[in-house]
């Protein structure tokens, strides 16, 4: 490893000794769909099972913990989406320290209330994550309070690499770490706790429509996106950090990136086949191994950065992802408007063994002849395969099928 990188191994350990006895040691659990698939032992280390709900208490805690008496006296000021507004709201709260935590506007509502719940002050301010940092700087400027960044200080990437420790001692032999990134502490602090040691690759994945590292890494500085459009609002960052991008530009060969629709499907296997709740940004890693097991050399461990998922979203994400794996259908259709007409389409569907979760039928409408009908139906099937099967049966009973 590099002398000249801000953050080494000796770092992520003194941090870690820090942590002992503040943040768990999180299991890692495996995964035979994705072993399976990898035809290797694959793993999930489950941060989203930390205190807080996330990694982010590593590195908030490090980092208050190494303030002066008098800095924390002053108390301490961060901005955060909500992941690492709760690691600074309880690291403050275990440290005696007051915490103002400005949030965006949209803010996830069991993120603002955890937050608060941890005793900090919070203040919704800005459209995301960028603006709220800027607020969170000027609170900071005015009052005195220590501004606490999400990813771009020494201590923070340090406590966030005690996971790679970690994941060193549970799974000895591990080749690959994949690891959800944003501005990119995790990731940093991982690659760091684990660069000396020989043959473990480490991968960075990052949501498409939030993919700030790809375009950095060749440019070789950290590049501003100009746009943001993802659900995983944990990883939702425009622009690298200095101090982790120094570290993953040096030791981080590859970071990719997965679609809205792999991170529905990702969420949706820890859901039902792992029994974990996860957030969209969390199962980043897991949606990298989904779409391209054979790029992962086993033993793979995917860390599940964060379980702080908002109830109402995770309604949504899961009719995402049923339809992204092909469970879930909508489609319209039409037919002569007569008696029986709906129920013979329906027995076509009971023949085909699909479940029908809803039926809309439409006789007036203009863009209808006058003895047409058009019926809404949305269906659950087994798969993919079964859901081939319901609609060619469909196609060959003469109906016509119109999707999106």
């Not at 990898?38 to 489950?46: A, M, N, Q």
């Not at 935590?101 to 608060?116: F, H, R």
């Not at 939030?210 to 890494?217: C, V």
């Amino acid at each position: 490893m590099s002398p000249a990188l801000p953050v080494t191994l000796a770092d992520v350990r003194a941090a870690a000794d820090l942590l002992a006895d503040v943040a768990r040691v999180t299991p890692v659990v495996g995964s035979r769909v994705l072993s399976d698939r990898c035809g290797g032992p694959v793993r999930f280390k489950c941060e989203n099972l930390q205190r807080g709900g996330s990694f982010k208490l590593r590195g908030a805690y490090v980092r208050i913990a190494r303030l002066t008496p008098e800095e924390r006296a002053a108390g301490v000021v961060a901005a955060s989406a909500g992941n690492h507004a709760q690691g600074v709201a309880l690291a403050a709260s275990l440290l005696g320290c007051s915490a103002t935590v400005v949030m965006p506007v949209g803010a996830p509502l069991p993120k603002v209330a955890a937050t608060e719940g941890y005793g900090a002050t919070v203040r919704l301010i800005g459209d995301n994550v960028e603006q709220a940092l800027a607020a969170a700087a000027e609170i900071a400027a005015e009052s005195g309070a220590v501004l606490i960044h999400p990813f771009d200080h020494v201590d923070v990437v340090a406590g966030q690499g005690s996971v790679g420790l970690e994941i060193g001692d549970q799974v000895p032999d591990v080749r690959t770490i994949v690891v959800p990134t944003g501005g990119g502490g995790l990731l940093a602090g991982v690659a760091a706790a684990v660069g000396e040691r020989s043959g473990v690759r480490v991968v960075g994945v990052q949501a498409a429509g939030a993919a700030a590292y790809p375009s950095s890494l060749a440019a070789g500085h950290p590049v501003a996106l100009d746009g943001i459009t993802t659900m995983a609002d944990g990883i939702a960052v425009a622009l690298p950090g200095e101090v982790p991008f120094a570290v993953v530009a040096e030791l981080v060969p590859d970071v990719r990136t997965v679609s809205e629709e792999s991170l529905s499907r990702a969420l949706l296997l820890c859901l039902e086949r792992a029994k974990l709740v996860v957030e969209p940004a969390g199962v980043a890693g897991v949606a990298a191994v989904l779409d391209d097991p054979q790029a992962f050399e086993p033993p793979v461990v995917a860390i599940l950065s964060g379980g702080n998922v908002d109830p109402l979203l995770m309604l949504r994400l899961l009719r995402h992802g049923l339809a992204a794996s092909g469970r879930f259908v909508a489609f319209r259709t039409r037919m002569t408007d007569r008696p029986g007409a709906l129920a013979a389409l329906l027995h076509e569907l009971g023949e085909a063994d699909a479940n029908v979760l809803e039926v809309e039928h439409l006789r007036t409408n203009p863009r209808l002849h006058v003895d047409e009908a058009e019926v809404y139906v949305q269906i659950e099937t087994r798969g993919g395969k079964h859901t081939d099967a319901v609609l060619g049966r469909l196609r060959a009973a003469g109906y016509p099928l119109v999707f999106g």
